[in-house]
């Protein structure tokens, strides 16, 4: 399973972007999908995670500036960042947790390469 990330960029503040990360390979069942981050010196720390009812949990700094989202068809998650802050400078990383059969009787977990957020005047 591999997981392709996009949209990272350089931003002043207030600006706006969003991330997407498509999935692809043997996936059965996609459950729990996220994004984290981690600046430097920090350690990674969640983000935003969506489930595969779509039921959305958000990390206390981005609440009513991000929004998770999910195309379950495309395999894809999203987060839209409205109101960047210096501080949501990081690199994000995208997470699925699946099943890779009907069989599996656990879930598997994957990341994306990461892509890097900037924001800066």
């Known amino acids: 399973v591999q997981l392709q990330a996009s949209g990272g960029g350089s931003v002043q503040p207030g600006g706006s972007l969003t991330l997407s990360c498509a999935a692809s390979?043997?996936?059965?069942?996609?459950?729990?999908m996220g994004w984290y981050r981690q600046a430097p010196g920090k350690q990674r720390e969640l983000v935003a995670s969506?489930?595969?009812?779509?039921?959305?949990n958000y990390a206390d700094s981005v609440p009513g500036r991000f929004t998770i989202s999910r195309d379950n068809a495309k395999k894809t998650v999203y987060l839209q960042m409205n109101s960047l802050k210096p501080e949501d400078t990081a690199v994000y990383y995208c997470?699925?947790?699946?099943?890779?059969?009907?069989?599996?009787?656990?879930?598997?977990?994957?990341w994306g390469q990461g892509t890097q957020v900037t924001v800066s005047s």
């Open positions: 997470n699925i947790r699946y099943r890779s059969s009907r069989w599996a009787r656990t879930d598997l977990s994957s």
């Open positions: 390979g043997s996936i059965f069942s996609l459950n729990d």
């Open positions: 969506i489930t595969s009812g779509g039921s959305t």
